[in-house]
Nanobody
Framework: QVQLVESGGGLVQPGGSLRLSCAAS????????MDWYRQAPGKQRELVAS???????NYAESVKGRFTISRDNAKNMVYLQMNSLKPEDTAVYYC????????WGRGTQVTVSS
């Protein structure tokens, strides 16, 4: 059973920073790409950042220049460093791992308050 556990969320003031972590366990097939998604109440889940096995990264335009995704392949972990946080970044953040489509953790809440 593949499991993903997100952590690191919390309450932060605008302009602050948080570092999210995601640990994958029960992995039997090596992970290729790892992603971070977020979902705010009443809104669609959106892809925030992705990182490939080679380290290639992609970011949503809304977070480019502020967020950095990284990974530790040996530990099957992915991280999201979030700087210059804005209230609109408030959401539950989830990680995912290819090829484990459809597997989600409980997410970690990020709240940016004015």
């Amino acid at each position: 059973q593949v499991q993903l556990v997100e952590s690191g969320g919390g309450l932060v003031q605008p302009g602050g920073s948080l570092r999210l972590s995601c640990a994958a366990s029960g992995i039997t097939v090596s992970i290729n790409r790892m992603d971070w998604y977020r979902q705010a109440p009443g809104k669609q889940r959106e892809l925030v950042a992705s990182i490939g096995s080679s380290g290639s990264t992609n970011y949503a335009e809304s977070v480019k220049g502020r967020f950095t995704i990284s990974r530790d392949n040996a530990k099957n972990m992915v991280y999201l460093q979030m700087n210059s946080l804005k209230p609109e970044d408030t959401a539950v953040y989830y990680c995912s791992a290819v090829p484990y489509y459809g597997v989600w953790g409980r997410g970690t809440q990020v709240t940016v308050s004015s």
